[in-house]
């Protein structure tokens, strides 16, 4: 069974890898992961905001600022309150390129085109194999149009492609008002591809305390089908390579996903919730999967569920809306 793929140019033994999370602050762990078969390793992101901090000492910025809001300092975590700073990141990914052998995507994570882009370089001469640059930017400015947020993003991508060249992922939200189009342009401004999708995670209300509140929630495989429908509408209509992330907890999701037009998987919730061994699982249940169902290969897989190929195509776009409204019975 030929369960090997193609991402960002690299040549991986299967699709399956972890997604961008605190496990690979552990080179223990990410022994493991790799030993469960993990066909990459994906490190999670180095903020724009600490290299800010460290850069311009925007720490003592933040600490001006305290003084007219008490609650000022609580906006951002303090430097060490991350996981890795800016230079330990770049110590872990020379130690992680030591103690595996699958390639190494390293994670930049921001919103704006800054010098902090400049850590892209360093990650590449760090060893890292590919660079996942994390767009995740949540408008609240009235006068923050939809053009300018995506010209931003355009900008960045184009920034980091001048300056290196290992490949590079662009790690996306679903919320863009033409995301095909979005794509299009990411696609000509040289990104080589595309993760859908990044988890916002939504703030709650405590209505004694009058406080908002954080909370962290696992994914679950109902997260998936967002994910599965802009797959499929931009499978085969784009160089980049697509990868999904965020509601992979299954074999059967991990078989959408690819029918859908992945030629990456990754898994985190999963991971986090049973271990690097539920890796090796469900790499597993694929290959007897594609073995029960007669597939050669993953390659023969790919794509065979997306807006071209479907044997309804309509089911990916307005028509599925109208009918699931229409169809309901109380």
Known sequence: MDLSTTYLGLK?????????????????????????????????????EQIAMEQAAARDHVDVHAESSAEATSYFPR???????????????????????????????????????????????AGADALELNV?????????????????????????KKNITIPVAVKLSPFYSSLPHFARR?????????VLFNRFYQPDIDVDELEV????????????????????????????SLAVSGGVHT??????????????????????????????RLLEDLSRWLEEHEYES?????????????PDPMAYERANYIQILQGWKG
């Not at 997604?19 to 022994?31: E, L, Q, S």
């Not at 990411?186 to 595309?194: E, I, Y």
């Not at 954080?214 to 980049?240: D, F, K, V």
Request: net charge positive; proline share 5%.
């Open 186 to 194: 990411l696609d000509a401004a040289g990104a080589d591809g595309l």
């Open 251 to 280: 074999t059967s999701d991990v078989v959408k996903a690819i029918m859908a037009g992945a030629h990456a998987v990754q898994v985190v919730s999963a991971l986090l919730q049973k271990g690097p061994a539920h890796l090796r």
């Open 79 to 125: 430097p060490e309150a991350y996981h890795l700073g800016p230079d330990d990141y770049l110590s872990q990914i020379r130690k992680i390129k030591a103690a595996v052998k699958v390639p190494v995507v390293a994670s930049l994570n921001g919103v704006t085109k800054g010098g902090w882009l400049s850590y892209a370089k360093q990650m590449q001469q």
């Open 136 to 160: 995740y930017y949540l408008p609240t400015d009235p006068a923050v149009t939809a053009g300018h947020i995506e010209d931003t993003a355009i900008e960045m991508v184009k920034e980091v």
């Open 213 to 240: 509140k954080r909370t962290l929630e696992y994914s679950t495989s109902s997260e998936l089908n967002l994910r599965l429908r802009w797959l499929a509408i931009l499978s085969g209509r784009l160089r980049p």
């Open 12 to 48: 991986l033994a299967h699709p399956l890898m972890p997604g961008a999370a605190p496990m690979v602050g552990d080179i223990d762990t990410v022994r493991r992961l790799e030993d469960a078969g993990a066909s990459a390793i994906v490190m999670h992101s180095l903020f724009e």
């Open 298 to 310: 993953i390659g023969q897989m790919r794509g065979s569920m997306n807006l071209m190929k479907s």
